[in-house]
């Protein structure tokens, strides 16, 4: 069974409370509405590029790591909503062979 999804919002509110950092503090330092802050705390907004460089920055961590944490949520809704629909869908026959006319496979 998948692990629930857990919103990226969940482990930056550990950060800022390790920290003992508030949402608008956070957002202060880095420049940005408070209202990205507490809304990505809330599950309300995904961090986007801009906010994970911010965020990369600032806890000297790649940005890629916050990205990560989004698209790994995102995956887990998206299989706990429609895994099961998709599983049911056909796939692709690999045979081997090459097809004719463009590369493109037989329709099985």
Known sequence: MARSAIYPGEHLAEQLEALDM??????????V???RITEILN????????????????????????LNLQTIY??????EKSGEAIKS???????????????HPHPA
């Open 43 to 66: 599950g309300q907004r995904a961090i986007t590029g801009d906010t994970a460089l911010r965020l990369g920055h600032f806890f000297h961590t790649s940005p890629q790591f916050w």
């Open 89 to 103: 869908l056909p796939t692709l026959l690999r045979t081997g062979k090459k097809a004719r006319g463009g590369g």
């Open 33 to 35: 509405p408070a209202n």
């Open 22 to 31: 508030s949402a608008a503090e956070l957002a202060r330092k880095l420049r």
């Open 74 to 79: 995102e995956l887990r809704v998206a299989e």
